[in-house]
């Protein structure tokens, strides 16, 4: 069973979401990556998401654009972020890591090539953001022959056929966006995001995972009531940014963050009517 | 002049919008919807006599169509070769072909209930056409310029004001183009309900590249009717350049199946196709996504989309539109580019010989139709789409001289 697999089992055996963590890769700088994915394990995170620096994010807000501008001035590519990936592997087995990105940089690479890195370097998951499922088959193929998932990510326009039709082509999990909006958006509409992912839910077998927008672990909390993963992105970013540099403030603000989100994942689910 | 009445074996795109291996849709699941909507929508109403009607009345009475096709004399006998005329899209109201599009895209919006327009712009004349139907539909309009552009185009930016529109500047990325169309995209991924997004050229998720393309062909058509009535004959050669690739589509699409007629598109080599300040993405650059298609792009070995560089902004841009991609790859047209001084050579030589101002951007088509002309007889015919006048550079120019006004 891959990482995301067995990570989702055990959780459900402890009833609780799991907590994903986004930075971007060489953010502030490509030497410190690494060590940020450590840390923001060991505050809590059952699994990290490393976004791909991109000269043209599109689907991001400010707070990530500017986490990909600061990594593009030490010239991260994909390539780095694979290096990156394989040197967390070698102290670390069982977290899963995916990556989320633009199409582009993975064209460019080449599908195959992409798929034979990934893997080798122990990437369990891709997100290209800009690449819906029906332009996905060709890359879709080369992950799949490498173990590698595919995850989609499902919109609050999405339309009950779509979201079968992606579902069944997904792997791992899939990615439902909290709200209509760029990352960081701060507009979440918490029970319009709840009977979305109800919806979802009963017409899909592979787990619903919650991110955009998500900013406090009072928000964590109550998603994490149906979601079965939230994924947290440009609110530990932001971290990032406000120390400017200084890695040792980094730590200690990631760790303190990670670990409230963690906390609020773990609250059991309080008794709340069902809704009708 | 229906617009879906092309008779020809040329059927691109398929119905995913794929023009081979170009083209396509590459957004955020957010924008499916939406582009479905769009999609639905415009082949309804593209059959739709009525809808036609109005389009139809609207590019005669408001935007002044026909434009002239005119046969450029002494700039045939400075040239020394074939005979030149010049479609003149610059004598539309607003100055350029820009507002063939925004008229049959504003009808949509309206049909489709969307009281929110959003475009993005780069020399500030798509910014300006829309702003202009915008203003006569009375319907709040935003629109998104490079913070770069906005220093570049002042008049224009001004201009979009005037009409009532709110002009945003991007602070992002490299400040230009592209990066007024991520901020577009990020506006309308979170206004997706009440907004309808113009995009000004034959580039972007399907439908866009096929529905600005069959709005701009009324170029083509109509060049089609009046050389037919002036020379007896079909032209031997097409020139137009070449940013998106909008204005150049439009003359094209309507001769694809005349494959006596060449094509020639003309970008924007900056200040030297070597020195990697141009924006010459079909001469020069690689296949890539970007901005919700496949098609040429100017990006690094990482796939970073690289900065740009021509004297006219409206060229300034990586990318190009996926129909002219393929149009390349099937050999069916060719793409050559032309530098900054050749540019501003021809903006001088249809200033003095013609008594006209081009724009900067079609300035690059004119330089070419120079070089082709001479190469070709005096019994040939080209045709070259003025796409633009060139009020809006003079400042660009003056500066250029070292005088400033």
């Known amino acids: 069973m891959s990482r995301l697999g067995l990570m989702f089992e055990r959780l459900r055996n402890e009833q609780r979401a799991a907590l994903i963590s986004y930075i971007t890769a060489g953010d502030p700088r490509p030497a410190a990556t690494v060590e940020l994915m450590r840390i923001m394990v060991e505050a809590g995170a059952d699994a990290l998401e490393l976004g791909v620096p991109f000269s043209d994010p599109m689907a991001d807000g400010p707070v990530i654009q500017r986490a990909s501008e600061r990594a593009l001035v030490h010239g991260v590519g994909i390539g780095d972020v694979l290096k990156?990936?394989?040197?967390?592997?070698?102290?670390?087995?069982?977290?899963?890591?995916?990556?989320?990105?633009?199409?582009?940089?993975?064209?460019?690479?080449?599908?195959?090539?992409?798929a034979q890195r990934a893997a080798d370097a122990g990437v369990d998951g891709v997100i290209t953001?800009?690449?819906?499922?029906?332009?996905?088959t060709e890359l879709r193929a080369a992950l799949n022959a490498h173990g590698v998932d595919s995850i989609y990510l499902l919109a609050p326009t999405t339309v009950p056929e779509r979201v079968r039709m992606i579902c069944d082509r997904a792997s791992g999990f899939v990615y439902y966006v909290s709200l209509r909006g760029v990352t960081g958006a701060g507009h979440i509409d918490l029970s319009e995001v709840e009977g979305h992912v109800r919806e979802i839910k009963q017409q899909c077998k592979l787990p619903v995972g919650v991110g955009f927008g998500i900013d406090s672990p009072q928000v964590a909390a109550e998603m994490a009531r149906f979601a079965d993963a939230i994924i947290v992105g440009s609110a530990v970013v932001r971290r990032i940014e406000q120390a400017e540099g200084d890695l040792q403030q980094i730590r200690g603000s990631l760790t303190e963050f990670i670990s409230s989100l963690r906390e609020a994942v773990e609250k059991k689910p309080q008794v709340v009517a069902a809704t009708p | 002049m229906a617009i879906s009445s092309q008779a020809m074996a040329y059927n691109f795109p398929d119905e995913r919008g794929h023009f081979g291996p170009h083209g396509g849709i590459f957004v955020a699941e957010t924008l499916m919807r939406p582009l479905a909507e769009l999609r639905e929508a415009y082949e309804v109403f593209l059959k739709d006599p009525e809808f036609l009607a109005e389009l139809d009345a609207d590019l005669q009475h408001y935007v002044g169509r026909p434009s002239p096709l005119?046969?450029?004399?002494?700039l045939t006998r400075h040239y020394g070769g074939a005979?030149?005329?010049?479609?003149?899209?610059?004598?539309?109201?607003?100055?350029?072909?820009?507002?063939?599009?925004?008229?049959?895209q504003i009808l949509l919006a309206q049909r489709l209930g969307?009281?929110?327009?959003?475009?993005?712009?780069?020399?500030?004349q798509h910014g300006v056409a829309t702003a202009t139907v915008a203003a006569r539909m009375g319907l709040e309009c935003v629109i998104y310029m490079g913070a770069e552009d906005i220093q570049r185009q002042a008049i224009n930016v001004y201009r979009m004001k005037l009409l009532g529109a709110e002009v945003v500047s991007v602070e992002s990325g490299s400040r230009t183009l592209k990066d007024a169309l991520n901020e577009a995209l990020r506006d309308w991924v979170t206004n997706v309900d009440n907004t309808f997004y113009i995009i000004g050229t034959v580039a972007g998720p399907h439908p866009y590249p096929a529905m600005v393309r069959d709005l701009q062909a009324v170029i083509g058509r109509e060049t089609r009717e009046q050389i037919l009535a002036a020379e007896k004959r079909l032209p031997d050669a097409l020139v137009a350049c070449v940013g998106g690739g909008s204005n150049a589509i439009g003359l094209f699409y309507p001769f694809i199946g005349d494959s006596k007629v060449a094509?020639?598109?003309?970008?924007?080599?900056?200040?030297?196709?070597?020195?990697?300040?141009?924006?010459?993405?079909?001469?020069?650059?690689?296949?890539?996504?970007?901005?919700g298609q496949r098609s040429y792009l100017l990006e690094d070995e990482n796939g970073q989309v690289i900065e740009t560089h021509s004297i006219s902004a409206g060229l300034d841009y990586p990318g190009v539109g996926p129909e002219h991609a393929w149009l390349k790859d099937s050999g069916r047209a060719r793409y050559v580019a032309v530098t900054d001084d050749?540019?501003?050579?021809g903006f001088y030589t249809l200033t003095r010989k013609e008594g006209i101002l081009p724009a900067l951007e079609s300035s690059h088509a004119l330089a070419y139709a120079g070089k082709l002309a001479k190469k070709l007889g005096s019994e040939q015919v080209v045709v070259v789409n003025l796409s633009g006048r060139g009020d809006k550079d003079v400042h660009t120019i003056a500066t250029r001289e070292g005088i400033s006004i």
């Open chain 1, 84 to 114: 990156m990936v394989a040197e967390f592997r070698k102290q670390q087995t069982d977290v899963p890591v995916i990556l989320m990105g633009y199409l582009n940089p993975v064209e460019v690479m080449g599908y195959r090539i992409f």
């Open chain 2, 114 to 124: 969307k009281r929110r327009i959003i475009a993005e712009t780069g020399a500030g």
């Open chain 2, 70 to 74: 005119y046969f450029a004399e002494r």
């Open chain 2, 342 to 345: 050749e540019a501003l050579e």
């Open chain 1, 129 to 136: 953001v800009d690449m819906p499922p029906e332009e996905a």
């Open chain 2, 83 to 104: 005979r030149i005329y010049l479609k003149r899209e610059d004598l539309n109201h607003t100055g350029a072909h820009k507002v063939n599009n925004t008229v049959g």
């Open chain 2, 263 to 291: 094509m020639y598109g003309v970008e924007a080599a900056g200040e030297g196709i070597s020195t990697h300040h141009h924006a010459a993405s079909l001469c020069a650059g690689k296949i890539g996504v970007l901005h």
